[in-house]
């Protein structure tokens, strides 16, 4: 499984904006797609996920109701559109895929995107 994410940007804090992550190879309609996030000095955390084909969604509760994740079955992609972006959600944003639905830490995460800058300004 190959997995490019791409979006991500600069955005002053209350200001919206999409990360979005390609998927490709085999069987990858059998994986749990994850969004991490790795803010400087941290560890990668779980954002938000939503398994491939039952459309059942996750998100950690720091998220919730700001960030959507949705996917894109026609075109392999699964999306997370962001809102009200406060800065301390500064941080490398990265799709990952897991065999474990439900998975929410990095280590039960197979397959890793080379991830994409979120920089929100106050």
């Known amino acids: 499984v190959q997995l490019v994410e791409s979006g991500g940007g600069s955005v002053e804090a209350g200001g919206s904006l999409s990360v979005s992550c390609a998927a490709s190879?085999?069987?990858?309609?059998?994986?749990?797609v994850g969004w991490f996030r790795q803010a400087p000095g941290k560890e990668r955390e779980f954002q938000a996920g939503i398994s491939w084909s039952g459309g059942r969604t996750w998100y950690t509760d720091s998220v919730k109701g700001r960030f959507t994740i949705f996917r894109d079955n026609g075109k392999n992609m699964v999306n997370l559109q962001m809102t009200t972006l406060k800065p301390e959600d500064t941080a490398v944003y990265y799709c990952a895929a897991a065999t474990r639905w439900g998975a929410k830490t990095a280590a039960e995460y197979d397959y890793w995107g080379q991830g994409t800058q979120v920089t929100v300004s106050s």
């Open positions: 190879g085999r069987f990858v309609s059998r994986y749990f």
